[in-house]
């Protein structure tokens, strides 16, 4: 990939294990909580355990979660937190946070930006930016043809060529559809998930690259951070 912005900041799946499955588990938890423990009626619950069955975990470990979650298994309730920040270069970004202690977590974000003489900003001030959508990628062996007529007959919005890969657009609502209808035509995803797309990107290169990738990387490595998004394009070699 030659561009920073449509695999917006790491994926989860470069992160290590450990770290990343305790982030779905929390996500699985949060949602369970709030939309009840069966995914067939909680479709944020739905697209939690699609994320960990796409990331090997096993049955029992999301269960589990689950029932935490309802409150039939003893549990840490996790509060949802999000920041918005400005960071080298101009770059936009968006921190979406769980954790079970806002005290805590706050101050840890806030200090990541400290260091590069930046702090938080206002609530609205950069999800103005970004758009809520779904992309699925897929890599380009897959002919343009079928794709187009699985994925656009599904509901989805576009389908744009990215270096070795096609990237499927979706709003949050048709999301759900057009993966179930991509699965189902038996087309490989390389990864798939709601994501927050910059309407605006930045340019970073040289030293100011090197800043912006060393306070991202310590901002993922944060275990209560979720995701981080952000609209900086960059080379990625």
């Known amino acids: 990939m030659g561009r920073g912005h449509i695999f917006v900041g790491k994926s989860l799946k470069d992160a290590k294990r450990g770290s990343l499955w305790t982030k779905i588990l929390k996500e699985i938890t949060v949602a369970a909580r709030l939309g009840g423990g069966d995914p067939n009626a909680n479709s944020r619950l739905r697209l939690a355990i699609d994320q960990a069955k796409q990331n090997n975990m096993p049955k029992d470990n999301y269960e589990r979660a689950i029932k935490k979650g309802t409150g039939e298994l003893e549990g840490v309730t996790y509060e949802e937190v999000v920041y918005e920040a400005y960071g080298p270069g101009g770059s936009a970004m968006i921190i979406e946070a769980m954790t079970d202690n806002k005290n805590r977590t706050t101050p840890e974000i806030r200090s990541y930006f400290s260091k590069i003489g930046s702090d938080l900003a206002a609530q609205g001030s950069v999800s103005f930016l970004f758009t809520r959508m779904g992309q699925i990628v897929i890599d380009q062996s897959v002919p343009e043809e079928k794709l187009m007529e699985v994925a656009l007959e599904a509901g989805a919005d576009d389908i744009v060529l990215d270096g070795q890969v096609w990237i499927v657009k979706t709003t949050p609502h048709d999301y759900e559809a057009v993966k179930k209808a991509i699965d189902q035509a038996q087309i490989p995803t ?10 605006t990107t930045v340019q970073l290169e040289g030293n ?13 490595d944060n275990d209560d951070v979720q995701h981080v998004w952000h609209n900086a394009e960059y080379d990625a070699h």
Do not use: G, H, M, R
């Open 190 to 199: 390389l990864d798939a998930k709601i994501v927050q797309s910059p309407s």
């Open 208 to 220: 100011t690259l090197a800043q912006f990738l060393k306070l991202v990387d310590a901002i993922e």
